[in-house]
């Protein structure tokens, strides 16, 4: 082959992004006047309420936006989002501002589009397992409509966050192992496009093979291509039978090494989530329990009376072969939800590790085969820095989190936090992992996106602005 | 709100997809003069090899390409789009041709890209559940090589398919009511770009919150925004018991209601597969079988022997509500190979219902709650045309297909044919279905596609627009 084709010499290479500015008093104030006709007191600059949504539950500097607005329908979205591209005005989504990588703070300014007021249950259509909700309905409001169906929607991180909101940052929680993130779960979307368009993704059947796959393409985009304004989501029979246990090791290694291989031996875990010893102070001082002090397993079985009695057996010998004992098992309703409860609340738990400090949390996500040497190199460098960070995670998906409780006003300890946070990223793409198992990128990884993807990135980059050629769409977020 | 802003004004909106032409003798002759030196007789324009690669296992007519290559790796495929680019030829990834939808006719000519040569297992990793492939390599050939590892690859479409054209088409098969389609069993991609850019998409970790879902893009795409050279599909570990049966039904109407009531129970079936009477004589016939030729669903349990139980029990209460009867269980190995064997070649089975006739697949997918009135309808429609389709299908997922066998010389029976699918699939549409759950667009599904994605069909096409602005990745297919 000659050479005289230099590589990609046809192609057409993302220019620069392109980002509105921060709107200048005039083109706020004929923004306001083109949508209050359509929201009255819907849209809103009150100061309280800007800065209210300037921030998320990370540590990033918060960036109020410009107004806020509180829409009732996809037709009230789309006629926003017309708006705001007409006066090249930024749009940030904002579900319940429960986000960890600032996928909310408005950098440079906008109108912030609050959707939690979008917050009916559409359908429930219990003979498909399946329900259609708007994006501000939350997880729990969910489960709890659905309880006399006995159904669930297994999608749980932490917070009480928004489905939209979870949808959009490709969530996940306790329970991925057996019922995956959002991204096995959602089925379709309504997503409203930077030009106004409205788009209906996907569709109600379990499988097609009818087009690109937009759904899983809004999935994730963090509100970077549009704003899902109705969401159908996969619902789960609840299990004849659940028991949960905690279980507890002398070393991290042990418990790690009991997860990789229960799982790798097939055992149909629903829930097995870690947390370390500093986590698990934290746990018993927030939610005022009485666990040992030592690198504990959650874990959960579903299935049939006889099925979940098998697994426990199989899974209590395996624990033996790691170490584990004090084997403390709750099969009441009530006892399992003081358990993950707790869990749930364990990165609040943490915060009271040092009073007035705040919390920063991140996550990445390895291959399993990966997870024990990962977490132990981990460990040596938190102990190395000597920063308060317990860890925890969803260990059954190769997925951790470290919950690091710092000072803001110490500019060492951010220093110190800031390249820790490096050492850890590298080392879960150095593993062949990611560098965000289920946080997202928002401006907190924006930066190790060019490693993490190579030429990928450009080719996301080549999507955006084809989508969203003026890049109106939360800016300055993922890519 | 002012109506000063016309909806969509600041669209970019697609313009017509740009098609490369057929090539002159002289553009050919260039291409060739260009790649010649790195493939040598790996490229070819020989008669025979052309007519070979103009032509899937789909009734739609042959059109074969101008070249044939059969590259060795990603860089040289990376070259080979790089010329076709230079000369604006077009670029037909090719497998193993067992398509069944026209995905790989080359309406426009050009260089058929044949991937069959890049058939290596480049790693299996046991200990992650997962394995990195070639393209070119089969799904039995993988499941051969895995043997000796109490691992599976899941995804069976009826043919002996290539790894990287079942992900092109979004492929799934008579498991995926369990382990999922191709969409849930990729985790990450190599891709080679219309520019010649080698990209990877994803990564080894079970999930991940960083970017774009460029592997979903990739999957179902067909070929039109890139062609993939490497594969990391996801293994399962082979059940501690199997337990197959058969059980027949007085009409398809029970058969169909006992798969619903079984789905909606949330009873954890394997595989459970519908064929109509007249598809149970086919496989009879073809597969030397004697069961009765009624309405008969092939199901499969996977489990601890204590769960296969207790799901065939279960499974055997739920038939007899429906009118099941004459049940036929296959616990050992091989009775279970003929069983299923049988199962994957009922379309080649149909075809000898009338010799010399050809076979026309078409396959649709609902939700589950309206399948029992869609195949119904179907049936309707089949006996009203007179046309002979047997019905089978992967129902479990609410996906089934027609195999219709016709006299491509009898120009009526092709217009009823025509009509036919054009019925089954607004039928689709109607009950919240896709136009196809597992054959894909091709060529055959193209004009269902407005119809079925709207506005996000114009979404489709800016997202080819911006990914290949030549046109020149599979042109006519899918977009």
Redesign the interface.
């Known amino acids: ?2 050479e ?2 230099p ?6 290479s993302a220019p620069p992004m392109r980002q509105p500015r921060r709107p200048s008093a005039a083109t706020l104030a004929a923004l306001l ?3 209050t ?2 929201l009255g007191d819907r849209i809103t600059t009150a100061p309280g309420i800007l800065e209210q949504h300037g921030h998320d539950e990370s540590w990033h500097h918060p960036a109020a936006p410009d107004a806020v607005c509180f829409p009732h329908s996809t037709q009230e979205v789309s ?1 926003v989002i ?2 705001c ?2 006066h090249n005005i930024a749009v940030i989504p904002y579900g319940v501002g429960t986000s960890i990588e600032g996928q909310i703070i408005a950098e440079r300014g906008g109108l912030c589009v609050d959707l939690s007021r979008m917050n009916a249950i559409v359908e429930v ?6 329900a259609t909700v708007q994006p501000g309905v939350t997880r729990t409001q969910l489960n709890h409509h659905l309880r006399a169906t006995g159904l669930f929607f297994s999608v749980d991180p932490g917070a009480d966050a928004s489905m939209g909101g979870m949808a959009s ?4 929680g306790t329970n ?1 192992v057996r019922y995956g ?1 959002m ?2 779960n959602v089925l379709s979307l309504t997503v409203v ?1 930077a ?7 996907g ?12 759904t ?2 809004m ?3 963090e509100g970077t ?1 549009g704003i899902i304004t109705e969401l159908t989501v996969k619902l ?2 609840l ?1 004849e039978a659940i028991s949960s246990a905690t279980v507890a090791f002398d070393d991290v290694a042990g418990a790690v090494n009991t997860v ?1 291989a229960s ?4 055992l149909p875990l629903a829930r097995i989530e870690l947390l370390d010893a500093l986590a698990m102070k934290a746990v018993n001082q927030y939610s005022r329990l009485t666990h040992g002090e030592k690198p504990t397993l959650f874990l959960e079985f579903h ?2 009376h ?2 979940v009695r ?1 697994q426990a057996k199989a899974f209590a010998e395996l624990c033996q072969d790691f170490g584990g004992s004090d084997f403390a098992w709750a099969t009441l309703e009530e006892d399992r939800q003081t358990l993950w409860q707790a869990r749930h609340d364990a990165a609040y738990a943490a915060k009271q590790l040092r009073p007035g400090m705040e919390f920063w949390a991140t996550d990445i ?5 990966r997870l024990a040497e990962c977490i132990a190199a981990t460990q040596l460098d938190v102990q190395a820095t000597g920063l308060t960070a317990p860890l925890l995670g969803h260990v059954g ?3 951790f989190h470290l919950v690091v409780i710092f000072d803001r006003d110490n500019q060492d300890e951010l220093e110190t936090l800031a390249a820790f946070n490096q050492r850890l990223v590298a080392r ?1 793409l150095a593993a ?10 928002g401006i907190g ?1 924006r930066e ?2 060019a490693s ?9 980059r ?6 969203d ?2 890049g109106i769409m939360n800016p300055g977020k ?2």
């Open positions: 082959m000659t005289t084709h590589p990609f010499s046809t192609t057409a006047a083109d949508l006709p359509l006629r017309r708006a591209s007409h259509r219990a003979e498909d397992l399946d940052t490709r969530a996940s991925t993130t991204r096995e496009m030009d106004g368009r409205i788009v209906q993704t569709g109600r059947a379990r499988k097609s093979a009818a087009g690109y796959d937009l899983h393409l999935i994730g985009a291509l789960h029979g299990p990789i799982i790798q031996c097939g299935g049939t006889a099925g098998e996500c390895v291959p399993i085969s998906d190769g997925n879960a062949g992992g990611t560098c965000t198992g289920e946080h997202g990128v990884k190790y996106m993490e993807h190579g030429d990928g990135w450009e080719v996301m080549s999507i955006k602005q084809a989508l050629p003026q993922l890519v």
